[in-house]
């Protein structure tokens, strides 16, 4: 087991960020892998927390988009419901 924790704290080379970069790559492969290196616990430290870290900004900017798309959706309603006045 201590072989294991080490082998997960160690730093991830070059060919690790490049396969792992090539799989978030794929459609839907990748955003189910972000999960799986997120929530593993045999996966590689600096992935993990690379993968919560990509998940958190993913949650952030579908919130904002909501948030943009519900208030930008009220004023294109408010100004088509204003213009039938004319």
Same mark, same amino acid.
């Given at each position: 087991?201590?072989e294991?924790?080490?082998?997960n =704290?160690?730093?991830?080379?070059v060919k690790?960020?490049? /396969?792992t970069? %090539? /799989? *978030?790559?794929?459609? &839907? @492969?990748?955003?189910? *892998? &972000?999960? @799986?290196?997120?929530? !593993?616990?045999t996966?590689? $430290?600096n992935?993990?927390?690379?993968?919560?870290a990509q998940? /958190? @900004?993913?949650?952030? $900017?579908? #919130?904002? @988009? /909501?948030?943009? #798309?519900?208030?930008? #959706?009220a004023?294109?309603? !408010?100004? %088509?419901? #204003?213009s =039938?006045?004319?």
């Amino acid at each position: 087991m201590n072989e294991l924790e080490n082998s997960n =704290q160690k730093p991830m080379s070059v060919k690790d960020w490049l /396969i792992t970069l %090539l /799989i *978030m790559a794929i459609p &839907l @492969v990748g955003f189910i *892998m &972000l999960f @799986v290196y997120a929530f !593993s616990d045999t996966e590689n $430290v600096n992935r993990k927390n690379w993968a919560k870290a990509q998940l /958190i @900004v993913l949650a952030v $900017v579908i #919130g904002l @988009v /909501i948030l943009f #798309g519900i208030l930008f #959706g009220a004023i294109f309603a !408010s100004a %088509l419901a #204003g213009s =039938q006045n004319y």
